[in-house]
């Protein structure tokens, strides 16, 4: 017997398919919990070799009733994670390095282009969009949580692969 579909109906699943095709098909957000805290769409921009260093972003969710502090990262293709944040300060904007980010009980921290980010230093190959890198955070109470880090395109703003209206990505 056949099957008809209503024109309509075929048009609105071709352009699914498309937009799907587009952003890489995984229109899914890669979240990675451990206790209580969640860590949401852990993202990074492309980079042309390896000469400048990477940047990564996520949030950190913490559903528990007791801070917790991200103290490090570590990543096996840069030589070293720094955690850093940036401000703007006399109408320039600065990047400094911190030594550790409070994730307040019941709260969130957002790590964004232009707040606290993850630097990752002396890249040991570039970071290459569509792959996925490991780093591993690490926590004062939570302890080592390691995460995949999608890598956007160059000029990325962490708003694809599913991204897009998720906390502010």
Do not use: Q
Not at 14 to 20: M, N, S
Not at 26 to 32: E, K
Not at 139 to 160: D, N, S, Y
Request: overall charge positive; proline content about 7%; aromatic content about 6%.
């Amino acid at each position: 017997m056949p099957v008809f579909f209503h024109p309509k109906s075929v048009l609105v699943a071709l352009a699914a398919f498309v937009i799907l095709g587009a952003s890489g098909g995984d229109v899914r957000g890669h979240d990675f919990t451990a206790g209580s805290l969640i860590i949401g769409h852990p993202w990074a921009r492309a980079t042309i070799g390896t000469s400048r260093p990477g940047g990564a972003y996520l949030t950190i969710t913490n559903k528990g009733g007791e801070a917790d502090r991200l103290t490090g990262a570590e990543c096996p293709i840069a030589e070293r994670v720094e955690l850093h944040r940036s401000s703007v300060e006399g109408g320039m904007m600065r990047m400094v390095p911190v030594g550790a980010i409070e994730v307040p009980a019941g709260g969130k921290v957002m790590f964004a282009p232009s707040g606290y980010h993850l630097m990752l230093l002396g890249l040991k190959k570039p970071l290459v969009a569509g792959s996925k890198v490991p780093l591993t955070l690490v926590f004062e109470k939570a302890g080592r949580i390691t995460v995949e880090v999608a890598v956007e395109p160059l000029g990325g703003k962490g708003g694809t692969k599913g991204h897009m209206g998720h906390d502010g990505h």
